[in-house]
């Protein structure tokens, strides 16, 4: 009795208690972000414990007794704001607030903030959850975290990517070719022929807000993708800073070693990766090419000033970098808000790349080696980088102007010594002094604009323009026979002293789009149409060239070697003359232009659902010349097409925090430049690589199906299944040429089918033991399962321009696709501490692993070539030691695996050799330390 009269007075006590609590209820929105709910924010009774977090869609509860209050809206990188509320028994009051990130004023400071809105890694994942499209993010607060230094290397953290040497991203096993590249949502150029993007190792992570990556196809976007379109979203404004970074780096093997160096290279411009206009195609030759004769002095001045064939000699100096980022935000009346940004950035890197590299010809007997050397490759390359930004922005209206300037050089001196052209010699000697030089400005301006005031009506538009030039000026080669330490015996004529020029200039590119979004319906407008246009059109033009020599034989120190061409040029033992032909020169013309639309609808609380259409029209010209008279009219060669490229993206919310989601689409592909160029690219050691000009667009279908979970604001756990059919898919192969060198051209196949599993998990570790609450782990893993259909005939164009029907080269009639992976891994583990309260450190350690895949396909009997799996493991110590100074050490590849790839000999002609290994070469272990300030 005793004891239910306990339970019962309790009761009436805990009755009574609520009875007499009020409630605080209301949302937070976030100001940088266009006033979208602000989620995973703190909110506090100040002076008390009692607080509580926003969910996903910026919205509190709290119930507390009543009185007087102050409550406390905080979220890390923005200001707290403090609001006064009276709380009533039995009541519920709403408090509504928005949080920005602070900024100047023109008369005062205000706050200086950190952080960047949607650039935490928090607000991507609530992007990711919360968008119906399938796609993920990483922004510049994670890139910081894991010690990432450019784009690329970022990107590979993301479920199903890859970093494949200087061959650029693999999405889900598949090649560049089938990537597409965006800056702020429009179209970008490549500057570099041999890449069908701009290689994204030369994008800092400081210019940069975040990378969304579409692996699915949503109208918006151009349908020339397969693999994944990256949308690069230029930095805003998020606080007022100055920072300067210096960093350092030294690698084992490569940093400290003798290094060989271009002449022109080894002066204050080439440190700067300004050299080049000394390596300039001599201006007496002309805009046409000819079969010029060099006078005496014409001969002499080509080889004088470090225009010549000599090389320094001396030690590699460690890597550099020097980063400034400068952005002010200012506040004015009637809150228009204006900012800028300035980012200027430069990096160098010396490497030294030694292995084997070898080629094998066809013999009914069985496969030989036609090269067998061991080559020494010194590698010296600069990258320079600046971003201007500009923005402005009102309630209703966002104006942004952003200018980028991207220039690299790589300075190569590369040294073959052994076996060349099956010849019994094994002392041949063969060096090839190249620079690769590129330009790239892009200038764009944006705009977004409410139409009504309640913004459910909105028009976003933008154009950029942009130019880009690729040069391999005076690309040098060198061939003879070693006869002692540095002593080649040589003779003039043929290609024992030949230089290249290699322009391609992209004369203009430019890309506009334009959008009208319309959100309609009675569930708080969550309906959207969108109805849009973007396209994006290119002129650009190649010049190849070459300069050879004849005359007498001649032995000589290699590195010092204009001394002796200078003497044998005054004694009349020598002649240069240019020697190039007809195909010189290409231009190639494309054009895309696309109208879309596209409509969201949501179905009660569970179903939502994108579909739309695009239809894009391309045209691809290819003006070029056959063997003949060097000012022949240009014969041209026409690829158009007309695409309807249909898109679905269904998503079910099975819980607040699980969603399901199904993707379905067409698209196409495009292949990359010098991948269809109509010109033969020679090197040294006799192979080349030969575009083909009628190469076919793939058409690819695609399907993807995804399970997510949420458990909290940073952990995900994702399980997904994807398909691809791709018709005409486009490979790399080798072939064998009339001389028996290897050939590096591309075709297309009949089809292929590709199938993977995708997961990915990020938790925190404090779920197995409160002790390691301080960690995280992040694994993201890829199987996958490729079959190519190869078709028993294809088509052949010769010099003439004359196609004709072929059997089938290839060796193999079903095979795996060329560049896919069986699976491939990556993880991080991150620990965060603070040493004290003003002191913060986050160690992570980087790991990633590919599966052996097809490097090249194989043909006339010989099995494929293979590229082996190679461990990257990667430590970064990240340390915020104060308000202005900030440390970041990072140690990476620290299992140092030989990088290689290998002949198979699953092939009907077998390899008759002691050893499969077709090239090899160590990166070497790298240390850097980077030390920043900010003012």
Same mark, same amino acid.
């Given at each position: 009795?005793?004891?239910?009269?306990?339970?019962?007075?309790?009761?009436?006590?805990?009755?009574?208690?609520?009875?007499?609590?009020?409630?605080?209820?209301?949302?937070?929105?976030?100001?940088?972000?266009?006033?979208?709910?602000?989620?995973?924010?703190?909110?506090?009774?100040?002076?008390?414990?009692?607080?509580?977090?926003?969910?996903?869609?910026?919205?509190?509860?709290?119930?507390?007794?009543?009185?007087?209050?102050?409550?406390?809206?905080?979220?890390?990188?923005?200001?707290?704001?403090?609001?006064?509320?009276?709380?009533?028994?039995?009541?519920?009051?709403?408090?509504?607030?928005?949080?920005?990130? *602070?900024?100047?004023?023109?008369?005062?400071?205000?706050?200086?903030?950190?952080?960047?809105?949607?650039?935490?890694?928090?607000?991507?994942?609530?992007?990711?959850?919360?968008?119906? %499209?399938?796609?993920?993010?990483?922004?510049?607060?994670?890139?910081?975290?894991?010690?990432?230094?450019?784009?690329?290397?970022?990107?590979?953290?993301?479920?199903?990517?890859?970093? !494949?040497?200087?061959?650029?991203?693999?999405?889900? *096993?598949?090649?560049?070719?089938?990537?597409?590249?965006?800056?702020?949502?429009?179209?970008?150029?490549?500057?570099?022929?041999?890449?069908?993007?701009?290689?994204?190792?030369?994008?800092?992570?400081?210019?940069?807000?975040?990378?969304?990556?579409?692996?699915?196809?949503?109208?918006?976007?151009?349908?020339?993708?397969?693999?994944?379109?990256? @949308?690069?979203?230029?930095?805003?404004?998020?606080?007022?800073?100055?920072?300067?970074?210096?960093?350092?780096?030294? /690698?084992?093997?490569?940093?400290?070693?003798?290094?060989?160096?271009?002449?022109?290279?080894?002066?204050?411009?080439?440190?700067?990766?300004?050299?080049?206009?000394?390596?300039?195609?001599?201006?007496?030759?002309?805009?046409?090419?000819?079969?010029?004769?060099?006078?005496?002095?014409?001969?002499?001045?080509?080889? @004088?000033?470090?225009?010549?064939?000599?090389?320094?000699?001396?030690?590699?100096?460690?890597?550099?970098?020097?980063?400034?980022?400068?952005?002010?935000?200012?506040?004015?009346?009637?809150?228009?808000?204006?900012?800028?940004?300035?980012?200027?950035?430069?990096?160098? @890197?010396?490497?030294?790349?030694?292995?084997?590299?070898?080629?094998?010809?066809?013999?009914?007997?069985?496969?030989?080696?036609?090269?067998?050397?061991?080559?020494?490759?010194?590698?010296?390359?600069?990258?320079?980088?600046?971003?201007?930004?500009?923005?402005?922005?009102?309630?209703?209206?966002?104006?942004?102007?952003? /200018?980028?300037?991207?220039?690299?050089?790589?300075?190569?001196?590369?040294?073959?010594?052994?076996?060349?052209?099956?010849?019994?010699?094994?002392?041949?000697?063969?060096?090839?002094?190249?620079?690769?030089?590129?330009?790239?400005?892009?200038?764009?301006?944006?705009?977004?604009?409410?139409?009504?005031?309640?913004?459910?009506?909105?028009?976003?538009?933008?154009?950029?323009?942009?130019?880009?030039?690729?040069?391999?000026?005076?690309?040098?080669?060198?061939?003879?026979?070693?006869?002692?330490?540095?002593?080649?015996?040589?003779?003039?004529?043929?290609?024992?002293?030949?230089?290249?020029?290699?322009?391609?200039?992209?004369?203009?590119?430019?890309?506009?789009?334009?959008?009208?979004?319309?959100?309609?319906?009675?569930?708080?407008?969550?309906?959207?149409?969108?109805?849009?246009?973007?396209?994006?059109?290119?002129?650009?033009?190649?010049?190849?060239?070459?300069?050879?020599?004849?005359?007498?034989?001649?032995?000589?120190?290699?590195?010092?070697?204009?001394?002796?061409?200078?003497?044998?040029?005054?004694?009349?033992?020598?002649?240069?003359?240019?020697?190039?032909?007809?195909?010189?020169? !290409?231009?190639?013309?494309?054009?895309?232009?696309?109208?879309?639309?596209?409509?969201?609808?949501?179905?009660?609380?569970?179903?939502?659902?994108?579909?739309?259409?695009?239809?894009?029209?391309?045209?691809?010209?290819?003006?070029?010349?056959?063997?003949?008279?060097?000012?022949?009219?240009?014969?041209?060669?026409?690829?158009?097409?007309?695409?309807?490229?249909?898109?679905?993206? %269904?998503?079910?919310?099975?819980?607040?925090?699980?969603?399901?989601?199904?993707?379905?689409?067409?698209?196409?592909?495009?292949?990359?430049?010098?991948?269809?160029?109509?010109?033969?690219?020679?090197?040294?050691?006799?192979?080349?690589?030969?575009?083909?000009?009628?190469?076919?667009?793939?058409?690819?279908?695609?399907?993807?199906?995804?399970?997510?979970?949420?458990?909290?604001?940073?952990?995900?756990?994702?399980?997904?299944?994807?398909?691809?059919?791709?018709?005409?898919?486009?490979?790399?192969?080798?072939?064998?040429?009339?001389?028996?060198?290897?050939?590096?051209?591309?075709? @297309?196949?009949?089809?292929?089918?590709?199938?993977?599993?995708?997961?990915?998990?990020?938790?925190?570790?404090?779920?197995?033991?409160?002790?390691?609450?301080?960690?995280?782990?992040?694994?993201?893993?890829?199987?996958?399962?490729?079959?190519?259909?190869?078709?028993?005939?294809?088509?052949?164009?010769?010099?003439?321009?004359?196609?004709?029907?072929?059997?089938?080269?290839? /060796?193999?009639?079903?095979?795996?696709?060329?560049?896919?992976?069986?699976?491939?891994?990556?993880?991080?583990?991150?620990?965060?501490?603070?040493?004290?309260?003003?002191?913060?450190?986050?160690?992570?350690?980087?790991?990633?692993?590919?599966?052996?895949?097809?490097?090249?396909?194989?043909?006339?009997?010989?099995?494929?070539?293979?590229?082996?799996? !190679?461990?990257?493991?990667?430590?970064?110590?990240?340390?915020?030691?104060?308000?202005?100074?900030?440390?970041?050490?990072?140690?990476?590849?620290?299992?140092?695996?030989?990088?290689?790839?290998?002949?198979?000999?699953?092939?009907?002609?077998?390899?008759?050799?002691?050893?499969?290994?077709?090239?090899?070469?160590?990166?070497?272990?790298?240390?850097?330390?980077?030390?920043?300030?900010?003012?």
């Amino acid at each position: 009795m005793k004891l239910k009269f306990l339970f019962f007075t309790l009761f009436i006590c805990v009755i009574g208690f609520s009875q007499n609590k009020g409630t605080i209820t209301g949302i937070l929105l976030d100001k940088d972000s266009n006033n979208q709910p602000l989620p995973f924010a703190n909110i506090l009774i100040k002076g008390t414990k009692i607080g509580a977090n926003t969910d996903v869609n910026g919205k509190y509860s709290i119930i507390i007794t009543p009185g007087n209050y102050i409550i406390q809206f905080s979220f890390v990188g923005y200001e707290t704001k403090e609001v006064s509320v009276t709380v009533v028994a039995d009541k519920t009051i709403e408090v509504n607030s928005t949080l920005g990130s *602070g900024s100047y004023t023109l008369k005062d400071v205000v706050v200086k903030s950190n952080g960047g809105g949607r650039e935490k890694e928090t607000a991507l994942l609530l992007e990711q959850k919360n968008a119906v %499209v399938i796609k993920q993010s990483i922004g510049a607060q994670e890139m910081s975290r894991k010690g990432v230094s450019d784009v690329e290397e970022g990107l590979t953290k993301i479920t199903g990517i890859t970093k !494949v040497g200087s061959r650029g991203l693999f999405v889900r *096993g598949l090649e560049d070719r089938y990537n597409n590249l965006l800056i702020n949502d429009l179209a970008a150029p490549t500057n570099n022929p041999f890449s069908k993007i701009v290689p994204l190792d030369l994008f800092p992570t400081n210019i940069v807000g975040t990378i969304d990556v579409y692996k699915t196809f949503n109208p918006n976007i151009y349908g020339d993708f397969a693999g994944g379109t990256f @949308n690069i979203q230029t930095s805003k404004v998020n606080k007022s800073i100055t920072k300067l970074n210096l960093g350092f780096g030294y /690698t084992t093997g490569n940093s400290l070693k003798d290094f060989l160096l271009s002449q022109d290279a080894e002066t204050t411009q080439g440190f700067w990766g300004f050299n080049g206009s000394e390596r300039a195609l001599p201006g007496f030759l002309g805009e046409t090419a000819s079969r010029k004769t060099f006078t005496t002095d014409q001969a002499l001045n080509s080889i @004088n000033n470090d225009k010549g064939f000599s090389v320094s000699e001396s030690k590699s100096p460690l890597n550099t970098s020097i980063n400034l980022l400068h952005a002010e935000k200012f506040n004015w009346k009637n809150d228009q808000i204006f900012s800028y940004l300035l980012s200027i950035n430069y990096d160098n @890197n010396f490497a030294v790349r030694e292995g084997v590299d070898r080629t094998i010809d066809l013999q009914s007997s069985g496969s030989k080696y036609v090269n067998n050397f061991i080559t020494t490759d010194y590698r010296f390359k600069t990258t320079n980088s600046a971003l201007v930004g500009l923005n402005y922005g009102t309630d209703r209206l966002k104006l942004s102007f952003n /200018t980028l300037y991207l220039r690299t050089t790589l300075n190569s001196i590369k040294d073959q010594y052994g076996q060349a052209g099956g010849a019994a010699p094994q002392n041949v000697y063969l060096r090839t002094n190249q620079l690769d030089k590129s330009d790239y400005l892009n200038a764009q301006l944006l705009g977004e604009y409410a139409i009504t005031k309640d913004k459910n009506q909105t028009i976003k538009a933008g154009a950029s323009f942009a130019t880009t030039k690729y040069d391999q000026p005076d690309r040098k080669f060198i061939t003879g026979f070693k006869t002692g330490e540095d002593i080649i015996s040589s003779s003039y004529g043929g290609n024992n002293l030949l230089r290249q020029y290699l322009t391609v200039d992209g004369n203009s590119f430019y890309s506009t789009m334009a959008e009208y979004n319309l959100k309609f319906g009675n569930n708080d407008k969550q309906n959207k149409l969108t109805v849009g246009y973007n396209g994006n059109g290119s002129m650009m033009e190649s010049s190849y060239r070459f300069i050879s020599s004849a005359g007498n034989g001649f032995t000589t120190n290699i590195n010092t070697i204009d001394n002796q061409i200078t003497n044998d040029i005054l004694a009349n033992k020598v002649v240069f003359s240019e020697s190039s032909n007809a195909t010189y020169k !290409v231009k190639l013309d494309e054009m895309a232009n696309a109208a879309y639309t596209n409509l969201f609808l949501k179905f009660g609380d569970k179903f939502e659902v994108n579909g739309g259409i695009r239809f894009e029209s391309t045209l691809k010209e290819t003006h070029y010349r056959t063997l003949g008279s060097f000012d022949s009219t240009f014969k041209v060669l026409k690829y158009d097409n007309n695409y309807f490229l249909p898109s679905l993206n %269904v998503k079910y919310l099975m819980t607040e925090t699980a969603n399901i989601r199904f993707a379905a689409s067409k698209t196409y592909t495009r292949p990359v430049i010098m991948e269809s160029f109509p010109i033969s690219y020679i090197n040294a050691d006799g192979t080349s690589t030969q575009g083909n000009s009628i190469l076919k667009n793939s058409d690819n279908y695609n399907a993807d199906l995804k399970y997510e979970l949420f458990p909290t604001a940073k952990e995900m756990i994702t399980v997904g299944l994807f398909g691809k059919h791709i018709i005409n898919p486009i490979e790399k192969t080798f072939i064998s040429n009339a001389t028996t060198g290897t050939v590096t051209t591309f075709l @297309n196949s009949d089809n292929a089918n590709l199938f993977g599993l995708e997961t990915e998990l990020l938790i925190g570790l404090d779920r197995i033991s409160e002790n390691l609450s301080n960690f995280s782990w992040g694994l993201n893993a890829t199987l996958m399962s490729s079959k190519v259909t190869v078709s028993p005939t294809f088509e052949s164009i010769d010099e003439d321009g004359i196609i004709t029907v072929k059997p089938s080269i290839e /060796t193999h009639q079903s095979r795996s696709l060329q560049g896919a992976s069986d699976w491939l891994v990556n993880s991080d583990l991150k620990y965060e501490f603070n040493l004290n309260k003003d002191w913060s450190n986050t160690i992570s350690l980087v790991y990633g692993v590919f599966g052996k895949r097809i490097y090249a396909v194989g043909t006339n009997g010989q099995d494929h070539t293979y590229e082996l799996p !190679v461990q990257q493991l990667n430590f970064v110590w990240g340390s915020k030691v104060s308000e202005h100074f900030d440390l970041k050490f990072t140690a990476d590849n620290l299992l140092n695996p030989v990088r290689k790839l290998e002949f198979g000999n699953d092939g009907t002609i077998k390899v008759a050799e002691n050893s499969l290994l077709a090239n090899s070469y160590k990166k070497g272990i790298g240390f850097s330390l980077k030390l920043g300030y900010s003012f």
